[in-house]
């Protein structure tokens, strides 16, 4: 079974970056898209990015577009999403998830493996 853990998070003022890693279990790690979310509190668990396989193709949410990058080091089992420009909106957790569906999905639903989460906070 695939394991997920997320690292990288942390408080950062408005305007910086961090950069968040999914590290990942298993020999099928190269099988599989992988995807970031993202749970402010009181709010429900939101689609942040994803990526292909191969890393050559990807997407994000409009309210991330042209700020975050997400990549992947098939070599090291390991997804990432670096986030510029920070704003105090980008607040949550930050969860990284296997596609179990179909490409372009945005749903939870169509997600699986799930991590525990890494916190981010941004100040104004």
């Known amino acids: 079974q695939v394991q997920l853990v997320e690292s990288g998070g942390g408080l950062v003022q408005a305007g910086g970056s961090l950069r968040l890693s999914c590290a990942t279990s298993?020999?099928?790690?190269?099988?599989?898209?992988m995807g970031w979310f993202r749970q402010a509190p009181g709010k429900e668990r939101e689609f942040v990015a994803a990526?292909?396989?191969?890393?050559?193709?990807?997407y994000y949410a409009d309210s991330v577009k042209g700020r975050f990058t997400i990549s992947r080091g098939n070599a090291k089992n390991t997804v990432y999403l670096q986030m510029n420009s920070l704003k105090p909106e980008d607040t949550a957790v930050y969860y990284c998830?296997?596609?179990?569906?179909?490409?372009?999905?945005?749903?939870?639903?169509?997600?699986?493996?799930w991590g525990q989460g890494t916190q981010v906070t941004v100040s104004s």
């Open positions: 998830a296997r596609l179990t569906g179909t490409w372009g999905t945005t749903s939870t639903a169509d997600f699986g493996s």
């Open positions: 298993g020999r099928t790690f190269s099988n599989y898209a």
């Open positions: 990526i292909t396989r191969g890393g050559s193709n990807t």
